[in-house]
């Protein structure tokens, strides 16, 4: 289950991020809501790595 949750959060994490990298692409500019999209992704990722490699063992 732990596995599953990890993959998940992995997968909104890197989604998170994209986004976030796309939308400072296209204004040209990074603002204070991107900056809070690729910190929450990053932290996202991590953590469901880190439950990802918990429910593997």
Do not use: H, P, R
Not at 46 to 56: A, I, N, T, V
Request: aromatic share 14%; glycine share 22%; charged share 10%.
């Amino acid at each position: 289950m732990l596995f599953y949750l990890g993959l998940g959060l992995q997968l909104i994490g890197f989604a998170s991020v994209g986004l976030c990298l796309f939308a400072g692409l296209n204004k040209g500019d990074y603002g204070q809501i991107e900056l809070i999209q690729l910190v929450g992704g990053s932290a996202a990722f991590y953590f469901g790595s880190m439950l990802k490699s918990k429910g593997q063992g």
